[in-house]
């Protein structure tokens, strides 16, 4: 599914099954909250917390996509063409950072 799609898809979900749209800073609350869900997975599963045997159950995927869903209703209700952000944020980081990552002595 590409992006535009993704976008429409959650605009028609929204507007059929959900009702409408959460404010924008309700939807930015729950941003914050899916995030730190994923954060909890990859702190508990990767990083050096113990994970809780109610958290290893949890699926990663899913979070992100929780993840994923917000901020495509954030990028609907606030008029953003998640297709061409990417393509710009691209565009910017090819510009800016062609050789900055190459030249960065911790990578190596």
């Known amino acids: ?23 924008e800073l309700t939807n930015m609350a729950m941003l914050t909250e899916e995030v730190g869900e994923v954060a909890r997975i990859m702190a508990r599963r990767y990083g050096e917390q113990s994970e809780k045997e109610s958290d290893k159950n949890k699926d990663l995927g899913d979070e992100m996509a929780d993840v994923l869903w917000v901020l495509i209703c954030l990028a609907n209700q606030t008029g953003v063409d998640l297709t061409e952000a990417f393509r710009k944020n691209l565009e910017k980081k090819n510009s800016r950072d062609a050789t900055r990552h190459l030249d960065n002595e911790k990578l190596r």
């Open 1 to 23: 599914m590409t992006l535009e799609a993704a976008q429409r898809t959650v605009d028609e979900w929204i507007k059929t099954v959900g009702v409408r749209y959460f404010s």
